[in-house]
């Protein structure tokens, strides 16, 4: 059937700023994307910033929350909200329920978007099972869904406006994706992983009917960064790329973002391109049991 190309564009929206940004940002794994054994029984010590652990991986805490706000020169634009809902059963399958509401503000004369994400990501690789996502784009609602076969190797995905079905394609994959909210997850765990150490790292990440992947470096060096959500300037771990595909307001190529230097890895700050510009992408505020952000030297 028929699928409108502008609109799968547009859809990926502010979840690619703060996911591949922030770093995020975003958009934060491994050398290899085919490495996921490695994830399996790698737990880091908390360190000097108090982390409690609530869960078996720290990094995706059921429960946790955390709103981050774009901003494009002195206007900010607007928010999103990541949220872990749950640990469920999901095709046969442990996995995380992950949550992402988006929201442009009002007044913002280039952007007008309220949309919620909701995504199963395999417990063990957080790597995408199935996403879906409802948009308002004027007075029309569009829900889009992705869902993987695992069995005949194909991903369904289909398209309905006001509730009437208006996309239905089969795309083949031979290899295990993120999405735009599992792939926040799936790059803080790789960031700590890495133990700190600089890594290269190729995320495979699809976007509607967009196959493709973000490149970056974790890991670059530890500099202070400073977010509305807390007073002092916070120990981070600089990480860089390149985004290679084109989403919402142009937002692609070279990005650049800041993530706490401790176990929880939390992203706290992005610079990504887009098609005026750049957009910056900070914490505003979040919600992590046990969680004390690691205060800068000397901050």
């Avoid at 910033?49 to 709103?67: F, L």
């Avoid at 909200?81 to 399958?93: M, Q």
């Avoid at 599992?182 to 992983?193: E, G, K, M, N, V």
Wanted: one cysteine or more.
């Amino acid at each position: 059937m028929k699928f409108d190309k502008k609109r799968i564009l547009k859809k990926f929206s502010y979840t690619t700023l703060i996911v591949l940004g922030a770093l995020m940002t975003s958009a934060y794994v491994l050398r290899s994307v085919y490495a996921i054994s490695l994830f399996e029984g790698m737990q880091k010590m908390a360190g000097t910033a108090g982390w409690k652990e609530t869960d078996s991986d720290s990094v995706v805490q059921v429960g946790e929350g955390m709103t981050f706000e774009a901003s494009y020169l002195f206007f900010k634009i607007g928010a999103v909200n990541f949220k872990v809902l749950g640990k469920t059963t999901y095709d046969g399958c442990v996995a995380y329920r992950l949550q992402s509401y988006i929201e442009s503000y009002s007044g913002v004369p280039f952007v007008n978007l309220h949309a919620t994400y909701d995504t199963y990501a395999d417990s063990s690789t957080l790597m995408c099972l199935s996403t879906s996502n409802t948009v308002k784009d004027g007075n029309s609602w569009f829900f889009t869904k992705t869902q993987f076969d695992f069995a005949k190797k194909v991903v369904n995905w289909t398209q309905a406006k006001d509730g009437k079905q208006i996309s239905a394609i089969t795309i083949p994959f031979h290899r295990n994706y993120t999405d735009g909210v599992s792939f926040f997850y799936y790059l803080r765990r790789a960031c700590r992983l890495a133990g700190g150490k600089r890594t290269s790292l190729n995320i495979p990440i699809i976007v509607d009917t967009t196959r493709s992947s973000v490149d970056l470096t974790i890991d670059e060096k530890t500099e202070p960064c400073r977010v509305e959500a807390f007073k002092y300037p916070i120990e981070s771990n600089r990480v860089s790329g390149h985004i290679n595909f084109t989403g919402f307001f142009g937002v692609t190529g070279n990005f650049v973002g800041w993530i706490s230097a401790d176990p929880g890895e939390v992203p706290l700050k992005a610079d990504v391109n887009v098609i005026l510009g750049s957009v910056v992408v900070k914490l505003k505020s979040i919600d992590k049991t046990g969680w004390y952000p690691p205060r800068a030297t000397g901050g």
